[in-house]
C-alpha cells in the first residue's frame, strides 16, 4: 500500500471466505456477480510441483520504505543478495524529479535488478505535466508499467469518472512503450453503486482493458472479504487484464504479516494466475511498525519461489 489509501478490514468476510475455500465452496458476487465455475477448469490441477519463476517475483519498496530513502543503495544490494531479481518503486530519494532517476537506474544495474513499475497517486495521472515527468523517469529506470496505487475518490461516481481519465493517461504511457495498471486496496470491493457492481467491477467497466491493466493486491483483495476461489474467478473473468499481482499475507486479527507466515490461501489463489496472465508477483509487507529485516526478506522471497501450485 503506498500513500494514504484507507484500508478497512472485514474480519468476518476474510474468515467466511477462508471456511467457504476449505469446503471447495465459491463466495458468489464480491466482485459483482463472477460465475462460480469461471475456474473450474484450472483449479483441478493444483499440487503439480509448479513453482512461481524466479524472475517473476520482486519485492514493493514501500516494504523497506524508510531504509530505501535513507540508504538506497544498501537497500538494493542487501535485497539483490536475498535472491531478488526485481522491485517496484514508490517514490525516489529525493524526490520522483526525473533528475534523480539515473543514479538508482546505475543501482540497479549494479546489482543485476530490473524495475518493475512505480506507484503514483491518482492526481500526477490528471496532471498532463507530471505525467509527462513520470514517464521520462520510469524510462529512465527501465519500468514496464507505471501504476496509480490511490486517491480516487472512493465513491460510484469517482470511480466511473476515473476509468476514462486512465484511458487518457493510458493513450500516452502506451505510446511511451509502457503499460498503465491500477492497484487496489480494500474499498474498491467493498463499496457497491446503485447498481450492486462493486467500485472495483465500476473501473473495470469504465475503463478500456487495452489502456488500463490490473494490479491485483491479493492480500487486501482477501481482506475485503474475497475467498481464494473469489480471486481465481476475478483472475479469470479479466484474463489478460490483470498483469501484476501484489503478495501480501494477514494474520487472522488482519493485521500484516510476512509472507507464509499468515493465513491468505496463496497456493490455491496462485495455482492458476500464471496461465490467466499474470506476469509479476510482487510480494509486500506495509508494516513499517516491525521494519523489514534482510533475512525476513529473504525468507518471503523462498516462500514464493518454492511454492509448490
Known sequence: ?????????????????????????????ATGGLASSAFADTTGSRGHGRHIPNGKIGLQLYSVRDAFMAQPEAVLRALSRAGYRKVEFAGLPGGTDPAHAPAIRAMLDKYHLVAISSHHNYSEFTDENRLKQLIEMAKILGQKYIVCPGGVPNTADGFAQAGPAFNRAGEK?????????????????????????TFYQILLDSSDPHLLHMELDMGWSSAAGL????????????????????????????????????????????????????????????????????SRAANMHDYLATLKL
Do not use: W
Not at 507466515?261 to 516491525?290: C, H, P, W
Open 173 to 197: 504511457i502506451r505510446a511511451a512503450g509502457m503499460k498503465l495498471g491500477y492497484h487496489n486496496h480494500t474499498g474498491e470491493f467493498q463499496g457497491h453503486g446503485p447498481d450492486g457492481r
Open 1 to 29: 500500500m503506498c500513500g494514504n489509501e484507507r484500508v478497512t478490514f472485514d474480519r468476518r468476510k476474510f474468515l467466511r471466505g477462508l471456511a467457504a475455500t476449505a469446503a471447495g465452496v465459491t463466495a458468489v458476487g
Open 227 to 294: 475467498s481464494a476461489q473469489d480471486n481465481l474467478n476475478l483472475m479469470a473473468a479479466n484474463k489478460g487484464r490483470m498483469l501484476l499481482a501484489h503478495v501480501k499475507d494477514l494474520h487472522p486479527d488482519g493485521s500484516l504479516a510476512d509472507l507464509g507466515t499468515g493465513i491468505v490461501d496463496y497456493k490455491t489463489i496462485l495455482s492458476g494466475a500464471t496461465r490467466l496472465g499474470m506476469r509479476e508477483f510482487i510480494i509486500e509487507n506495509d508494516d513499517q511498525s516491525n521494519p523489514l529485516t534482510d
